[in-house]
């Protein structure tokens, strides 16, 4: 169980494009999803928390008009890169929040297998 | 605000020889505390986390963590190591009210190459 998808896997775009990556939660339904990014060789680094049926939190630094989150339902969120720059390239992984049958503590995040994401 | 230091960046260990990997974090409530494991162009795999009780936690793929308050460590142990652990590891704080379902705030990580 606790299983998330991410999709594309891989993606290649031009510089200006839009691309929109997809993360599901397969098995359970998540309320909260989160959304990373991962540069070669270093951690990962929280982007936003996505809400089901509200709007997303953003961390300190992440454009907001940038990275468009949109969770619209209890299993799937999405993550828009609009008008991509070579910059923007990276691997980005989703979480999401399994609430577990205590609720409360017992939530653990379940990550998915990421999206690669490179802009020409 | 919470924090988490992996200090090894690099560990290179024989097939079959025991495993440890060092976590030392900082956040001044009870910890939520986690181990993923990430292969390469992959996601992250939990291997084990601690909330509470028994401060000796049992993950997968013969892997423990032992948390010690006294020392804010949260340190990943393997007693014989296979070729396929090779990978990244990356050690995870978790807060709130919420736990682990809050934000996670992660290591650097290590990354483990096993000899053959």
């Known amino acids: 169980g606790a299983v998330v998808s991410q999709h594309p896997s891989w993606v290649i775009c031009k510089s200006g494009t839009s691309v929109k990556i997809e993360c599901r939660s397969l098995?359970?339904?998540?309320?909260?999803m989160f959304w990373y990014r991962q540069f070669p060789k270093q951690s990962l680094m929280l982007m936003a928390t996505?809400?089901?049926?509200?709007?997303?939190?953003?961390e300190q630094g992440v454009e907001k008009d940038k990275f468009l989150i949109n969770h619209a339902s209890l299993t799937l969120s999405t993550l828009t890169v609009t008008s991509a720059h070579p910059e923007d390239s990276s691997f980005y992984i989703c979480?999401?929040?399994?609430?577990?049958?205590?609720?409360?503590?017992?939530?653990?995040?379940?990550f998915g297998p990421g999206t690669r994401l490179l802009v020409l | 605000a919470q924090s988490v230091t992996q200090p090894d960046i690099h560990i290179t260990v024989s097939e079959g020889a025991s495993l440890e990997l060092r976590c030392n974090y900082s956040y001044g409530a009870t910890p939520y505390l986690f181990w993923y494991v990430q292969s390469p162009g992959q996601g992250l795999q939990l291997l084990l986390k601690?909330?509470?009780?028994?401060?000796l936690v049992q993950g997968i793929k013969g892997f423990e963590a032992e948390f010690k308050r006294s020392q804010s460590s949260f340190n990943l142990r393997k007693p014989s190591v296979h070729w396929s652990d090779a990978a990244e590891y990356f050690c995870?704080?978790?807060?709130?009210?919420?736990?682990?379902?809050?934000?996670?705030?992660f290591g650097t990580g290590t990354q483990l190459k096993v000899e053959l």
């Open positions: 098995d359970f339904q998540a309320t909260t």
């Open positions: 995870a704080v978790g807060a709130g009210l919420t736990g682990g379902g809050n934000k996670l705030t």
């Open positions: 979480s999401a929040r399994d609430l577990g049958l205590a609720g409360g503590w017992q939530e653990t995040q379940y």
């Open positions: 996505s809400n089901e049926g509200s709007k997303a939190t953003y």
């Open positions: 601690y909330f509470s009780g028994d401060t």
